[in-house]
C-alpha cells in the first residue's frame, strides 16, 4: 500500500459527503430539476474533517468555503469523460494562488491523467492550459490501494466504455464507495459486491429506468432498481442513485423513489446540496 501525504488543518466535523453535482452526460437547467439538480457528478468527503473530492463535474464549482481555505485538496477521478470534468477548468480553487490540487486517475486510452485533462484544457476546446492557472495542479496515477494523509483509498476496475474506476474511501471505520458509469454484469457483480460490502455510504449509478434499459444497456450504466438491490446486497447503510439522465426531471425521479425505497429503506435519489452524516 502506497501513502501520499497531504496536510489540511485538524477539524471535528463530523464525516459527511456533500453531494455536489448528481446529473450524468451533460448538466441540465430550469425549473424541472430544481430537486434533484443539475450539475454534473462531483462529491466532497468529509472524512472526520479531512476532505477528498470525487469526479470534477460541473458540481465542482460549488466547493465550500471551508474546502477552499484547505492548502492542499486531492481529487479522485473514475474516469475522464467530460461530464466528469467540465467543472475542473473555472473551479474557484484552482483560481487560487498557493493552492495545490492533486489529481488522481488511471491510465485510458494510453494517456495518463495528465494527458486526459490536457485534451480537454487546451486550444480550440479552453484557452488556458491546467500550468497556466494560478493554483498548482499536480498529477498522479490511482493505484489499487494507498492513502492519502488519514484516508485509505481503494480502487478497482469498472465495466465502461474507455474504463472507470471503482473507488472506496475508509477513515476510522467509516467507508464512502462511489461506483458510477459502471455496468453491474452479472459476471462482475460478485467483484463488485466484495469491494463495497458494509458501506456507510454506497454513491452508485442508477441513470435508467427499466423502460429505457433496452436500448441503453451498452452505455456503461445500470437501472436505479438494479442499482439498488445492489445496495441492498451489499449491505450498505445508506445509499444514493446518482448519475440522473438530462432527460430525468423531478417529476420522473420523485414517482420513482417510492420503488428505491421499498428495495433499500435507506436507498434514495441524491439530490444536488444534499448532505450525509455518517
Not at 46 to 68: C, I, K, M, W
Not at 100 to 122: F, H, N, P
Request: charged share 20%; proline share 6%; hydrophobic share 40%.
Amino acid at each position: 500500500m502506497n501513502s501520499r501525504s497531504v496536510r489540511q488543518p485538524k477539524n471535528d466535523v463530523q464525516t459527511r459527503v456533500t453531494v455536489l453535482g448528481a446529473r450524468g452526460s451533460v448538466p441540465v437547467s430550469g425549473k424541472e430539476f430544481r430537486r434533484y439538480g443539475g450539475a454534473t457528478t462531483c462529491f466532497l468527503a468529509e472524512l472526520g474533517g479531512f476532505s477528498v473530492v470525487l469526479d470534477a463535474g460541473t458540481g465542482l464549482l460549488r466547493l465550500p468555503e471551508n474546502v477552499l481555505a484547505v492548502k492542499e485538496l486531492p481529487l479522485l477521478l473514475t474516469h475522464p469523460h467530460t461530464d466528469h470534468l467540465l467543472g475542473l477548468p473555472m473551479c474557484a480553487y484552482v483560481m487560487q494562488p498557493g493552492s495545490k490540487l492533486t489529481v488522481y486517475g488511471a491510465r485510458r486510452s494510453g494517456l495518463d491523467v495528465r494527458s486526459q485533462l490536457g485534451c480537454l484544457m487546451r486550444t480550440p476546446l479552453w484557452p488556458v492550459p491546467a500550468d497556466g492557472l494560478p493554483a498548482e495542479i499536480a498529477f498522479e496515477a490511482l493505484p489499487e490501494d494507498f492513502t492519502i494523509g488519514p484516508v485509505h483509498v481503494r480502487s478497482i476496475e469498472g465495466i465502461h466504455p474507455g474504463g472507470v474506476s471503482l473507488i472506496r474511501l475508509e477513515r476510522d471505520g467509516t467507508s464512502v464507495v462511489l461506483i458510477t458509469d459502471c455496468t453491474l454484469t452479472d459476471a462482475l457483480w460478485p467483484h463488485a459486491l466484495d469491494f463495497a460490502r458494509g458501506a456507510d455510504l454506497l454513491l452508485i449509478d442508477g441513470q435508467y429506468s427499466e423502460e429505457e434499459w433496452a436500448a441503453h444497456s451498452s452505455f456503461g450504466h445500470n437501472t436505479w432498481l438494479r442499482a439498488a438491490e445492489f445496495g441492498r446486497a451489499s449491505g450498505a447503510r445508506e445509499v444514493r442513485i446518482v448519475h440522473h439522465a438530462p432527460t430525468h426531471s423531478d417529476v420522473v425521479l420523485d414517482a420513482a423513489s417510492s420503488s428505491l425505497s421499498a428495495i433499500h429503506p435507506r436507498c434514495s435519489f441524491a439530490r444536488e446540496g444534499e448532505v450525509i452524516l455518517l
